[in-house]
């Protein structure tokens, strides 16, 4: 089993739509969580933290679901500019953090 | 504002060449960090860094080998070169152990590397 797992896509919604997808991890024992936002063959780059309560960025909502061992994101309102590869991460031991395949999202006017 | 730099942007080598890629953080961070990237897969993890003088094998750690000689310095080396290593390889750096929110990856802008 991957340590990370993300669905693909692509997610295809129209400007101004809400989309949201997961991520599952398979250690309990992780702490820390983040979504990273990927362009394309550019440099993963920090999207936002996960925290243990939900948090919110803007338009952005990341959730964690310890028991069932998922975290979320969630785009409302969605912009053009948001079109991209999203990835989810976590530390799967230790110091190393682990990346999912990505989820990509494709915003169309 | 420099960040993590890496050197260079692309390169195209023959199969069983050498060559090193370079990586430098201005931001004193102790961990740092190898990723390869291949088409629509994630990032994995080639070598680590805790500190300067201590590395470790991440995930794929054949092929490739890495020394930290300064907090700043992490180079990667592939010594004979081999199709399997055309990726994109990123280098990462972070301030403290990735515990708890607040210790993301700062990357660098990734190298480009075909091996044929």
């Known amino acids: 089993r991957k340590e990370v797992e993300q669905d693909p896509g692509p997610f295809n919604v129209p400007e101004g739509a809400t989309v949201a997808f997961n991520c599952t991890y398979s250690n309990s024992a992780s702490q820390s969580f983040f979504w990273y936002r990927q362009d394309c063959r550019k440099e993963p780059k920090l999207l936002m933290s996960v925290y243990s309560s939900g948090n919110e960025d803007g338009r952005f909502t990341a959730q964690l679901n310890r028991a069932s061992q998922y975290i979320s994101l969630l785009i409302r309102d969605s912009k053009l500019s948001d079109s991209a590869t999203y990835l989810c991460v976590v530390n799967s031991h230790d110091y190393k953090l682990s990346f999912g395949a990505g989820t990509t999202v494709t915003v169309r006017a | 504002n420099a960040g993590v730099t890496q050197t260079p942007k692309f390169r195209i080598l023959k199969i069983g060449q050498s060559m090193t890629l370079q990586c430098t953080q201005d931001m004193n961070h102790n961990y740092m960090y190898w990723y390869r990237q291949d088409p629509g897969m994630g990032l994995k993890l080639i070598y680590y860094s805790v500190g300067a003088g201590i590395t470790d094998k991440g995930e794929v750690p054949n092929g490739y080998n890495v020394s930290r000689s300064t907090t700043e310095d992490f180079p990667l080396r592939l010594e004979l070169a081999a199709p399997s290593q055309t990726s994109v390889y990123f280098c990462?750096?972070?301030?403290?152990?990735?515990?708890?929110?607040?210790?993301?990856?700062?990357f660098g802008n990734g190298t480009r590397l075909t091996v044929t």
């Open positions: 990462a750096s972070s301030s403290q152990a990735n515990r708890g929110p607040g210790s993301p990856l700062h």
